[in-house]
């Protein structure tokens, strides 16, 4: 089956510094990837949706200049979160889909990074 | 996407059928019922998804009402490896997008 795959799995970062994340998906194109951030005990929130070559869609409250997105080819799309906080710990999960699915896909995601800001 | 109700937990004897429950009332007809289920610190896996039909694979089956207002996902024979949170969510497929609710946590024992 279809893989997504994200690197790093775990990332420790001081405060102040930038952190980027990495989302592949390894055996298909997808023009659209989406981001995702999950507290502990919570569900998954999404933050953005990611298309390539243009600009990302934030959801309500998600600052897009703290979380910059980047998705220069089909295959990767990136997260940068830049000057990380201790808040800005979660675990950070992305999906996509092929782009050849019908309108009912599924969708893969990644293995998920686990950022710790000290 | 409407919105899905799901019990917070649920215990289930290993080797038998896991029966998880979820509420959709307000789906509309265009909108799929998707299961996903979340295995502690991995990415969420997709299991199943139907519109009307009952749908089976090699994971699990899905059984929706008639009136499609709810659905139950069956595991027919639960392991160990089978405790996770399971999201029933309701989405119409074109979307690609998933909003996630709050799961039910399968605790699948011994």
């Known amino acids: 089956g279809a893989v997504v795959s994200q690197h790093p799995s775990r990332v420790i970062c001081k405060s102040g510094t930038s952190v980027k994340i990495e989302c592949r998906s390894l055996?298909?194109?997808?023009?659209?990837m989406f981001w995702y951030r999950q507290f502990p005990k919570k569900s998954l929130m999404l933050m953005a949706t990611?298309?390539?070559?243009?600009?990302?869609?934030?959801e309500q409250g998600v600052e897009k200049d703290k979380f910059l997105i980047n998705h220069a080819s089909l295959t990767l799309s990136t997260l940068t979160v830049t000057s990380a906080h201790p808040e800005d710990s979660s675990f950070y999960i992305c999906?996509?889909?092929?782009?050849?699915?019908?309108?009912?896909?599924?969708?893969?995601f990644g293995e998920g990074s686990r950022l710790t800001v000290l | 996407d409407a919105k899905t109700t799901q019990p917070p937990s649920m215990d289930c004897a290993e080797g038998r059928a896991a029966n998880l429950p979820c509420n959709h009332s307000?789906?509309?007809?265009?909108?799929?019922v998707y299961w996903y289920r979340q295995i502690h610190s991995q990415g969420p896996q997709y299991i199943i998804h139907?519109?009307?039909n009952n749908e089976t694979n090699e994971m699990a089956s899905l059984i929706i009402t008639e009136d499609r207002k709810s659905s139950t996902l069956i595991l027919p024979h639960a392991t160990l490896r089978d405790t996770a949170v399971y999201y029933c969510?309701?989405?119409?497929?074109?979307?690609?997008?998933?909003?996630f609710g709050s799961g039910t946590q399968l605790t699948v024992l011994p």
């Open positions: 990611s298309n390539e070559g243009s600009k990302a869609t934030y």
């Open positions: 307000t789906i509309s007809g265009n909108e799929y």
């Open positions: 055996d298909f194109q997808a023009t659209t």
């Open positions: 999906s996509a889909s092929p782009q050849d699915r019908g309108t009912a896909g599924e969708l893969f």
């Open positions: 139907g519109l009307k």
């Open positions: 969510i309701v989405s119409s497929g074109s979307a690609r997008q998933l909003t």
